[in-house]
C-alpha cells in the first residue's frame, strides 16, 4: 500500500525529532517570551493578575524541568501552548463553581415565558450593603499590602496598583527582572494567605 507524501514527510520528521534530547530552557530565553504571554493570557482571562500567575506557573514548570523544550516549534510557540493548557485547566478548574446564569452546571433551564438569555446576564447596580463590603474588603487588603515587608511592598505599589511596566519598575527598585517576578510572586502569596 503506497504512502501519501504527508504521511512520508510527517514520518520522516518524526523520526528526525525522535533521537532529540529536550533541552533546559535558561531564564535568559523566558524573560523576552514574558511581555507577550502576559499579554495573551490577560486578553483571554480579562484579569491581569492571575494572567502574572499563569505565566509566572508555565516559568516555573520550565525552569523546574516539568515541562521540557525538544525544539519541534518555536520556543515561544512551545511556551504559548503550556500557557493554553494552564488556562483551559484553570476554567475547567472553575467551571463547577462559576456559571453565567447563576444556576449549577446540571441545573435545568429556569427561563420563564417571554425572559431571554440576555436578561439573566445584566449586571445590577450594588446595593449598599455589597458596596459596604466591597469597601471593606478592599481596605483589609490595602492594610494587608502595608503590612507587607518593604521589599513586597513596593514591587506591588509599582507594578500592580499603578501598572507601572516591568522596566520601568526594575529602573526603579534598581533590581533585575527575575528579581521582580519572584518578589511579585512571594507578594501575591503572601496576600492570599
Known sequence: ????????????????????????????????????????ARRRL?????????VHDVFEAVVTG???????????????AILKHKIVDLIRQRSGHDSLDGHGPGDADHHGEGSSPAHTLACPQARPDEVAEQRQRLAQTMAR?????ETLRRVVELRLLRDESTADVCRHLAISEQNLFVRLHRARRALAC
Do not use: N
Not at 5 to 34: I, K, M, N, S
Not at 46 to 54: H, K, Q, S
Not at 68 to 73: C, L, N, Q
Not at 145 to 149: D, E, G
Open 145 to 149: 499590602i502595608r503590612a507587607l515587608p
Open 66 to 80: 516539568r515541562a521540557s523544550f525538544e525544539g519541534r516549534s518555536a520556543l515561544r510557540s512551545w511556551l504559548v
Open 1 to 40: 500500500m503506497p504512502t501519501s507524501p504527508a504521511t512520508a514527510a510527517r514520518r520522516t520528521l518524526q523520526a528526525a525529532y525522535a533521537g532529540t534530547p529536550p533541552r533546559a530552557v535558561g531564564w535568559d530565553e523566558l524573560a523576552p517570551q514574558r511581555d507577550y504571554l502576559v499579554g495573551y
Open 46 to 54: 480579562l484579569d491581569p493578575a492571575l494572567a502574572e500567575d499563569l
